[in-house]
Every structure is written in C-alpha cells, then in structure tokens.
C-alpha cells in the first residue's frame, strides 16, 4: 500500500508564493497534483512521469506552477507562485504504481490509485 504525506499548504496573500511537497512511501510512477475548491469538483493541476520528461499543466495555472520530483527521496513538488484567491483549494497529490511506464503522466483523477489527505491553500486578497 502506497502512503502519501503532503505539507506545504497554509495562507499567503495575493502574488505570493508556496511551495507544497508529497512524499511517497515507495516508489511510484506517474504524479500529480489535484485541487478542490469549496462546492466545486476535484480538478486537475500538474502532473509528471517518473522521468520528469512528461509534465502537463491545467491552463489555469501555466506559467505560475512548477511541478518536479526527486526520485531518490519519493517526493513531488509543487512551486505554486504568483498566487491568486481563486487558487484557494485543498490540494491533493495523487500517485500510480501499475503503469510501470517512466514516461507517462497522466491528468485524469481516474488513472491514479493513491491519493494524500489533502492540504489547504488559501490565497487572501
């Protein structure tokens, strides 16, 4: 079973920055980020393959987000900057393990079969 830990979240005001991170218990392949905001569906953020190659981004979010891993320590990243209030969500980090394919990343919530508690990020105006 695939344990995943998230930090990072908390408050910053408009145009500031966080930076969030999910550690996996074992090694996983394609990873991504998901957000809920209040009365709204799970949507999708950043996604990236094991290999760092295959990266995608929500429209909303190009240019202000990094996602990024480090495989030795089994943690993902997530570079939020330029932080607006609609970015106000619990942020959930997602992780697959039966692709065993390096080079996926996948954007679709359904594609992944381990999910963290989730963590609050709220952008002030």
């Known amino acids: 079973q695939v344990q995943l830990v998230e930090s990072g979240g908390g408050l910053v005001q408009a145009g500031g920055s966080l930076r969030l991170s999910c550690a996996a218990s074992?090694?996983?392949?394609?990873m991504g980020w998901f957000r809920q905001a209040p009365g709204k569906e799970r949507e999708f953020v950043a996604a990236?393959?094991?290999?760092?190659?295959?990266?995608f981004y929500a429209e909303s979010v190009k240019g202000r987000f990094t996602i990024s891993r480090d495989n030795t320590k089994n943690t993902m990243y997530l570079q939020m900057n330029s932080l607006k209030p609609e970015d106000t969500a619990v942020y959930y980090c997602?992780?697959?393990?039966?692709?065993?394919?390096?080079?996926?990343?996948?954007?679709?919530?359904?594609?992944?079969?381990?999910w963290g508690q989730g963590t609050q990020v709220t952008v002030s105006s």
């Open positions: 997602a992780a697959e393990s039966k692709s065993r394919n390096p080079l996926f990343a996948y954007t679709r919530a359904f594609e992944y079969d381990y």
């Open positions: 990236i393959s094991w290999s760092g190659g295959g990266i």
């Open positions: 074992v090694r996983t392949f394609s």
